[in-house]
Structure formats: C-alpha cells, structure tokens
C-alpha cells in the first residue's frame, strides 16, 4: 500500500498562486510516476498534470498548461503543483495519484484530497 497526503489548498484570490505539495508513504518505489488530477462542484474528476520519476517527462492538461509547473523531489517523497494566475474555474478538490503517466492514466492510490478556491 501507498499512502499519499495532500496539503497547500486554501482561499487564494484570482491571478494569486499556490503550492500544493504531497507525501509518498509506504511502499513506495522508484522509478513510479506520479501525477495530480482535481474535481470541481459537480463535475467528474478530470487530468491535471503528470510527472515522471526522473521529472524528464511532464505532461499538462490544456486548461492548465503555463501556469501550472508539476515537480518532484524523490529525496523527500514529495510531488509538488505550483499553480500561478489561478482562475475561478481553478476551483476544486486537488488529488495526488500514482501511479500516473498520461491524461489517461487509472491511478491505483489517490490522497484524500486537497480544497482550492479561487475567489474571483
């Protein structure tokens, strides 16, 4: 098993940035992938961005791409989304998963979830 913990979300005002940040626990292993996917009110839970181990790989979903940087720090376990000129629309319950290579991606462990509002 392989426990993830968000933590970062919180009320930030529109064009304002956040860090989230998340730690890998368990029986974790390298050479995973790791990525981040969200939810909004309402609406299924879509892609976010992905990162490989090496951090060589990234990948972001297009409502995201500039603004949003994906890092990894293996040292520390810890996977990081830098999340800069937040929208409204940016509002959600943000999740680390693993593992998680593409948009397509069915990650097997998922955090419990961070909340993100962006007030505009």
């Known amino acids: 098993q392989v426990q993830l913990v968000e933590s970062g979300g919180g009320l930030v005002q529109a064009g304002g940035s956040l860090r989230l940040s998340c730690v890998a626990s368990g029986r974790t292993s390298s050479g995973e992938t790791m990525g981040w996917f969200r939810q909004a009110p309402y609406k299924e ?6 990162i490989s181990w090496s951090g ?3 990948y972001y ?3 995201v ?3 949003f940087t994906i890092s990894r720090d293996n040292a520390k376990n810890t996977l990081y989304l830098q999340m800069n000129s937040l929208k409204p629309e ?3 319950v943000y999740y680390c998963v693993s593992p998680c290579d593409s948009n397509w ?3 097997e462990y998922w955090g419990q ?4 509002t962006v007030s505009s």
């Open 45 to 50: 839970r879509e892609f976010v961005a992905t």
């Open 56 to 58: 060589g790989k990234l």
């Open 61 to 63: 979903s297009d409502s």
């Open 65 to 67: 791409k500039g603004r």
């Open 90 to 92: 940016d509002t959600a």
């Open 105 to 107: 991606c069915d990650p």
């Open 113 to 116: 979830g961070t909340q993100v």
